[in-house]
């Protein structure tokens, strides 16, 4: 590994080289199982600082372009393999630094390993198609031309696998990156970088900048040598990337929220769905933008479904990720943590009934708070219609599969959602009828496999897609060639 591994502070990646910020001034990155231990220390940058990052990212951008995609391609095949030899490592500083467990930890990392292996394997795929001309004399054929300067603006949930779904595809189209991570994530993002350093990438061509959003994200946003910017976060944030992009005419790609159902039908496999439901929507802490939600079920077996879910939520133990019996670890960060109690608290004045957990840990350092199910949930209920990212889940009686629908729907998002039936033609009504990105039978709501199209409807996103051949999309122009 690089230089700033052997460091408790880790350096800012511009140019080839592991830099301290202009500012001279760091953060400590705190373990949320227990507060007062430092992680490390990332640098609070500055203006300067992006700048800087995207200057060498500027200068590198044509070279890059040129390189051959099959080399491109190599290097990341040579990154997954260093990422796979410090998975430990790596899935351990997750843990502490954002609270997922070892386990969940280990799987994201290893999920980054193959997202570059796939990525790795486009730079060997067409990227141009040859089209007919009504000219007999002419050749005319398309190809794509790469974006340029990418900016990379992530989360804290998915530390290793979100960034390295954006920089695999933006890197192998050949272009330039400008990477900004959570602050939360920033010590997990360091080494994933470290990784793809040592893979032997050109100066300029990966850069790496950690610090605030209003310093450092905005400054990616705004700088007009950035060409495009791929962002995955809150709503509020991605609304205001999208708008200081599209006024100076940068592509723009963003990823925000869910508010994700499941229904459940009265000919479901109710154990089935009763393990999907608190997979989908407690593994993580609920940190996740697909997490399961909303449980929106047919009246007939609804007693029968919240019996069995109690029954299974009530063994879930919470605490240290790092901990071999802990099945679900801390909210993120103290402001997740408090922004989890608030939502429990307004469910409650608002009439949903507290059937379960929803309690903190007193005897704990760290942000822990029990899985929490709430009953008699209506569709107007604050619960019911804003992102909570939290171990919440919100239980909803309805009639039928019509009203089922409706009520999963009468939300501003539409990322993901799932149904369990036995009935195909329930299955297909789903599909044809549910305002969701991503849509699955018999399964939870989160998760989707990397070599397909990922991305939300409505407020949810961009409504461009992320993953799988959907990334050459973003990361690249079509070019059309007429030759005579």
């Given amino acids: 590994m690089g230089t700033a591994t052997q460091q408790k502070t880790y350096l800012n990646y511009i140019n080839g080289e592991w830099k301290s910020s202009s500012s001279n001034k760091d953060q400590a990155s705190t373990n949320p199982a227990n507060p007062e231990e430092e992680v ?5 940058s500055s203006k300067e600082d992006v700048n800087n990052a995207v200057l060498a990212a500027a200068a590198a951008k ?16 040579k990154a997954a393999d260093i990422l796979e030899n410090n998975v430990d490592d ?9 609270g997922k467990t070892l386990p969940e930890a280990k799987g994201e990392t290893m999920r980054g390993v193959a997202i570059l292996r796939y990525y790795a394997g486009e730079g060997m795929r067409k990227t141009g198609d040859v089209i007919p001309s009504t000219d007999k004399d002419a050749l005319m054929f398309t190809k794509r031309a790469s974006l340029g300067v990418v900016g990379v ?15 695999a595809p933006a890197l192998v189209y050949g272009n330039t990156v400008v990477f900004k991570p959570a602050q939360d994530a920033a010590i997990t993002a360091a080494k994933i970088v470290e990784c793809l350093a040592e893979a032997g990438l050109p100066k300029g061509v990966l850069n790496f900048v950690t610090g605030s959003g209003s310093v450092v994200g905005q400054g990616i946003t705004d700088h007009p040598q950035v060409d495009g910017i791929t962002f995955t976060g809150s709503e509020e944030i991605g609304r205001g990337i999208g708008q200081s992009a599209l006024a100076r005419g940068a592509k723009y790609q963003l990823e925000m929220g869910g508010k994700n159902p499941v229904i459940v039908a009265d000919d479901a496999d109710l154990d ?5 439901t608190i997979s ?39 605490g240290d990720g790092l901990k071999q019996d802990s099945w679900m670890g ?5 402001s997740q943590f408090q922004t989890v109690a608030d939502y429990i608290k307004k469910g409650k004045k608002e009439g949903a009934e507290l059937i379960y957990g929803g309690k903190v840990l007193e005897d704990e350092k760290g942000y822990f708070v029990t899985p929490a199910v709430f009953d008699n949930v209506t569709s107007e209920m604050t619960i019911a219609q804003e992102e909570i990212f939290g171990p919440v889940l919100a239980l909803m009686k309805v009639s039928s599969l ?9 939300v501003p998002f539409g990322l993901s959602a799932s149904i369990f039936t036995t009935n195909i033609q329930r299955s297909l009504q789903f599909i044809d009828e549910m305002d969701a990105g991503l849509v699955r039978i018999n399964a939870e709501s989160a998760g989707v496999e990397l070599q397909a199209p990922f991305g939300g409807m409505k407020r949810s996103s961009s409504h461009s897609r992320e993953q799988g051949e959907a990334a050459i999309e973003f990361f690249t122009s079509i070019k059309t060639v007429f030759m005579k």
């Fill in 402 to 410: 019509d009203e089922a629908l409706e009520v999963a729907n009468d």
């Fill in 280 to 318: 989908g929507g407690l593994k993580s802490t609920g940190q996740k933008c697909t997490a399961t939600s909303r449980v929106i079920i047919q009246e007939g077996i609804y007693e029968t479904f919240k019996e069995k879910l109690l029954a299974e939520v009530k063994k879930i133990t919470v």
């Fill in 40 to 44: 490390g220390y990332y640098q609070l």
């Fill in 90 to 98: 790596i899935a351990e500083t997750m843990t502490r630094e954002m």
């Fill in 153 to 167: 603006i992530t989360p804290w949930n998915f530390p290793a696998a979100i960034p390295v779904w954006k920089i």
């Fill in 330 to 334: 801390p909210c993120a960060n103290k």
């Fill in 272 to 276: 089935l769905a009763v393990s999907a």
């Fill in 62 to 77: 044509k070279q890059w372009s040129k390189t051959a995609a099959p080399e491109r391609g190599a290097l990341l095949h």
